[in-house]
């Protein structure tokens, strides 16, 4: 039977056969999610096996360069040439890297293959977004936010506890083994029940446009990545990145206006919702991850929690994004109506926020956990809204371009906010650090203000108390910065125009013609 029949003539295959691409997509998203954090566990059994302390942040910093510089390229990849081969492609790459990850003899083959690492994973949330985009319409995706929030949420709690679980038990290689089992069965299913239209662009890739983004990008990612800690923020090096960075950008827009099939269609910034999407995004990115890179630390330093568990910390913020992102997808599939999430979001994210900045050495778990579901109930109305919204406005042949730039902004507002959150703690911790531990606590704190539990325990205990009040003055700085540029979120989210969904809802009506247009393209095994 073709692959266009509708809905009415397979009633019974199509629910099953979207429910089994679900799935697939499901776990290849918690394979782009899960990474970072299992290997982040792992980093000092790989320092004490590979050596090369000195170069250990280009781990992490490799991957984060590759994943965010081929993020859009595969996003225009799948509008060029089909969803499907190039999503599977660069889940591929992705267990490529993993599996030489694996195997790396030194530090320096590590940091090549998780560049390469990086490279697929800069198309696996993107292919998930986009091939969800194709095959549900927008006002019948809200109902999937759950499972996607859920996927997230068990990422950010489990990654840790079951890296070092695996760490433990299994050795530190099996950090990346570990996604070789998940992505062979999402490649399979994905093979077998995934049917979507093949494409053949008559335009060629445009190579200077990858360039130019990729210099760009790479740019933005360094300075954030070196200012303040390997080099300082007015330092030549930076300046120069600083300089390269907004040249490469400034010549990439310049580019997309002259280029025949250009990576990042300057069009779509003419829809007001999509521009103010990217906005809510960047902002939204630029909180979550100071939040979830600060309490933990908080949590162990001054409250004395286990590192152990620190996954487990965040509980609160994300149990409370998970049920709030169900609520807000239930609600738009019903209504067909989003706007009230982003102003609601951006409002308890920046009240949530500002209560963070509060907490002292005094402050309760209790408290603080509250704290915490109030910016996690924010978020949950922001996280998933944001790209239904971005894809909604947009014509579907630009899915990929917009699924790669909503996710791109989000990647850059997370590299932004850990850079500036964390200058600013950094800051603060030393400040207060000298001046209720004189030159001995100026001296600890020198090379990082994040102290790890072994460390912490061996300080004398006025330091230890000094530190503690460090800490405290440090994340009020990096929460109140994060409740002042929340404020930005909402002010983009009171222009956002309500636009209709397209798609059907539960009681609309659903002539012959209107199903064939909207059927997913897919086939049950």
């Not at 956990?369 to 579907?396: D, Y």
């Amino acid at each position: 039977m073709a692959d266009t029949q509708t809905a009415e003539t397979k009633p019974d295959k199509q629910p099953k056969s979207i429910r089994v691409v679900l799935l697939a997509l499901m776990i290849t998203m918690m394979l782009a999610m899960l990474d970072n954090m299992i290997v982040g566990t792992a980093m000092p059994t790989i320092v004490g096996e590979l050596g090369g302390l000195e170069h250990l942040s280009w781990v992490v910093t490799a991957y984060t360069l590759a994943t965010a510089a081929s993020t859009p390229i595969w996003g225009k990849l799948g509008d060029m040439y089909g969803r499907k081969g190039s999503f599977m492609t660069s889940i591929v790459i992705f267990l490529i890297g993993s599996a030489l990850s694996g195997m790396a003899q030194n530090m320096g083959q590590l940091i090549g293959f998780r560049a390469i690492q990086g490279l697929g994973a800069g198309g696996l949330m993107v292919g998930v977004m986009a091939i969800i985009g194709d095959l549900i319409p927008p006002r019948e995706r809200g109902k999937y936010q759950g499972m996607m929030a859920g996927v997230m949420a068990l990422a950010m709690i489990g990654g840790p506890l079951v890296g070092g679980t695996i760490t433990d038990n299994w050795g530190w290689r099996w950090s990346f083994y570990i996604n070789l089992p998940l992505g062979v069965v999402s490649l399979g299913l994905i093979s077998a029940v995934l049917h979507l239209p093949k494409k053949r662009a008559k335009a060629g890739i445009d190579y200077l446009g990858v360039a130019l983004l990729t210099i760009g990008i790479t740019s933005i990612v360094l300075v954030t990545t070196w200012g303040g800690t390997q080099y300082a923020w007015t330092s030549a090096r930076i300046m120069e990145l600083i300089g390269i960075g907004v040249a490469a950008l400034i010549g990439f827009v310049f580019w997309q206006t002259k280029a025949a099939e250009p990576i990042v269609p300057l069009h779509i910034f003419r829809s007001r919702n999509f521009t103010l999407m990217s906005l809510i995004g960047f902002i939204t990115g630029f909180v979550m991850f100071g939040a979830t890179l600060y309490l933990p630390l908080y949590q162990q330093s001054v409250q004395g929690a286990s590192a152990t568990n620190s996954g487990l910390l965040l509980l609160p913020m994300l149990g409370a994004m998970l049920v709030t992102s169900m609520v807000a997808g239930r609600v738009t599939t019903n209504t067909g109506r989003y706007k009230v999430f982003p102003v609601v979001g951006s409002v308890l994210m920046t009240v949530g926020l500002y209560l963070l900045s509060t907490m002292d050495t005094g402050t309760s778990r209790f408290t603080s956990g509250v704290f915490m579901a109030v910016v996690g109930l924010g978020m949950g109305c922001l996280m998933q809204i944001t790209m239904l919204v971005a894809q909604n406005s947009v014509e579907m042949k630009d899915m990929g371009v917009a699924s790669s730039s909503t996710t791109l902004f989000r990647t850059l507002g997370s590299s932004f906010g850990v850079a500036i959150m964390g200058a600013l703690f950094n800051n603060r911790v030393q400040h207060v650090m000298a001046e209720r531990a004189g030159s001995l606590g100026a001296k600890i704190t020198e090379k990082s203000a994040a102290l790890d539990a072994k460390s912490l325990a061996k300080l004398p205990a006025v330091v230890r108390e000094a530190y503690q009040h460090a800490v405290s003055a440090g994340t009020h700085s990096a929460f109140l910065l994060g409740s002042v540029v929340a404020v930005g979120a909402l002010v983009a989210a009171v222009f956002v125009k309500e636009v209709a969904l397209r798609g059907t809802g539960p009681a609309a009506p659903k002539s012959g013609d209107e199903t064939v247009a909207q059927a997913p393209i897919v086939e049950a095994v």
